[in-house]
Nanobody
């Protein structure tokens, strides 16, 4: 299992914005699907957004549609999650994940590369 590195978490008031970044091994870009998951205390890991290897196919959890945007920059070997209009219920540890396997994108078990996580806290 390879290591991904997230950055950009922090604390913000409701309605604010944060941008998360994730860097990983060169060989994954253009080959793997990339996703962001989050996990709040006492809850399971939830798929938030995914982007396909080509960088065009994207999908989002209903709870973040219209507020979050996932993107990749293959030249910089980085995946981004732009989060706008944040809500207190978005508070969680956010994880970057990559998958070279086929499967349902929301299932964490389908991902073979993970980061350590970055905390996002949204106050009301």
């Amino acid at each position: 299992q390879g290591q991904l590195v997230e950055s950009g978490g922090g604390s913000v008031e409701a309605g604010g914005s944060l941008s998360l970044s994730c860097s990983g091994p060169d060989y994954l870009f253009g080959r793997a699907s990339w996703a962001w998951f989050r996990q709040a205390p006492g809850k399971g890991r939830e798929g938030v957004a995914v982007i396909g290897p080509g960088g065009r196919d994207r999908d989002y959890a209903d709870s973040v549609k219209g507020r979050f945007t996932v993107s990749t920059d293959n030249a910089k070997k980085t995946v981004f999650l732009q989060m706008n209009n944040l809500k207190p219920e978005d508070t969680a540890m956010y994880y970057c994940a990559a998958s070279t396997r086929a499967g349902v994108w929301r299932l964490a078990a389908n991902y073979n590369y993970w980061g350590q996580g970055t905390q996002v806290t949204v106050s009301s």
